[in-house]
């Protein structure tokens, strides 16, 4: 899982803590967790699990023209990792990273008007609860004439998500982003599907819209919103002049899909409903990890990352072992522990602590 360290500064303001929790951060500036699938399927990986095997967790947004065609748009990093993997893409395209939104206009561009263009992280995309809830989505665009649709979960309190009013089919109310669901509300989960033809037309409307009728769409302040008019326009101009997605992604202007995008396609909005708590293949903190099922546990239910001769663990029960460090570790003892060990330290902290309370920990541990 690709992360980034969190500061004391950030979690004294309370910022970061809707984040991934995986990171393990600060004692760890990166750490990459691996889901096991190969060939496009998910197999059991033998213990312990080398971390650094199989296709890498929320590598970047996936464009999908379903479901022959698939196209990367990633970072050159990304691009250059993902060459190393058995499963390809039918199409790799360079994308300087300006924004979640990019890709996909950028995709808008190249495919035909009756394409469907899917937005998906890499690990999302192949939950079977998703692929499921991507199919329904599909079949309500195809029968009831939608234009657009979007995943959502049950059962989540993520502050990172947007929220959506539901009733019947449609999503009739945008929340504001970090407002705590109600039961009537359902988080979404940025997986999104979109006809292009009702996407191009949706950018197309908004070339010379004015703020009064941003603000209808938008809860943001006249700063905001003025720069999101600007955006706009300059997209618009983008579309209908760029002949490629990559002309359109050298020039483009950053571009947020949920802050910017994504409001201009819930009037025809369709969903489909995962239940975050029995389904949804999401890796977040390490209690998340060890109860995920996604990863196998040996006969004493520790859950182990690392590689085979770089770790020795005797007497351990019912713990996360994990070393992304380069030398060995021996480890004896542990009960119900999560025991971590990388270039910048080392966890050693209860299995169900809650996540916000072991990111405190370990600062103490750094400081």
């Known amino acids: 899982m690709l992360a980034r360290e969190i500061t004391i500064k950030e979690i004294e303001l309370g910022i970061g803590k809707e984040r991934s929790s995986t990171r393990l951060s600060p004692i760890f500036k990166t750490i990459d967790l691996y ?28 464009i999908y023209i379903p479901h022959d065609e698939s196209i990367l748009f990633g970072t050159p990093s990304i691009n250059e990792r993902l060459s190393k993997q058995d499963l390809q893409p039918t199409r790799i395209i360079a994308d300087p990273g300006k924004g979640t939104g990019s890709p996909i206009l950028a995709a808008a561009i190249d495919a035909k008007d009756d394409d469907i263009l899917i937005l998906a992280a890499c690990d ?21 004439n939608f234009s657009s649709g979007t995943v959502l979960t049950t059962g989540t309190r993520n502050p990172a998500f947007s929220y959506f009013k539901i009733k019947d089919d449609k999503a009739i109310e945008f929340m504001l982003k970090g407002t705590i669901p109600k039961d009537d509300m359902i988080a979404e989960t940025m997986i999104v599907c979109v006809t292009v033809a009702y996407l191009k037309n949706q950018i197309a409307k908004m070339k010379e819209v004015s703020i009064a009728k941003l603000k209808e769409l938008y ?122 060990v990388g270039p910048r330290g080392v966890i050693d902290l209860p299995l169900d602590m809650d996540p916000n309370e072991y990111k405190k920990e370990v600062v103490k541990i750094q400081m």
């Not at 190969?38 to 947004?61: A, H, V």
């Not at 201009?264 to 990890?289: F, H, Q, R, S």
């Open 35 to 62: 889901i096991p699938i190969k060939n496009g399927k998910l197999y059991t990986p033998k213990i312990p699990i080398d971390p650094f095997e199989g296709s890498p967790l929320l590598l970047m947004p996936l």
């Open 124 to 144: 999302q995309f192949h939950s079977p609860a998703v692929t499921k809830a991507i199919t329904t989505i599909l079949d309500r665009i195809e029968q009831r």
């Open 219 to 340: 809860p943001y302040t006249g700063d905001e919103l003025a720069k999101i008019q600007q955006n706009l326009k300059v997209i618009a101009d983008l579309m209908e002049n760029c002949s490629t997605a990559e002309e359109f992604l050298a020039k483009c202007p950053f571009c947020d899909f949920s802050k910017v995008i994504h409001r201009l396609l819930i009037p025809e909005m369709t969903y489909a409903t995962v239940e975050y708590i029995k389904e949804w293949n999401d890796l977040g903190d390490w209690l998340k990890v060890y109860h995920s099922g996604i990863f196998p546990k040996d006969k004493n239910n520790n859950l182990i990352f690392s590689k085979e001769k770089l770790i020795s663990y005797t007497s351990c029960e019912n713990s996360v072992i994990a070393n992304f460090a380069n030398s060995k570790i021996i480890v004896n003892g542990l009960k119900n522990r999560i025991f971590a």
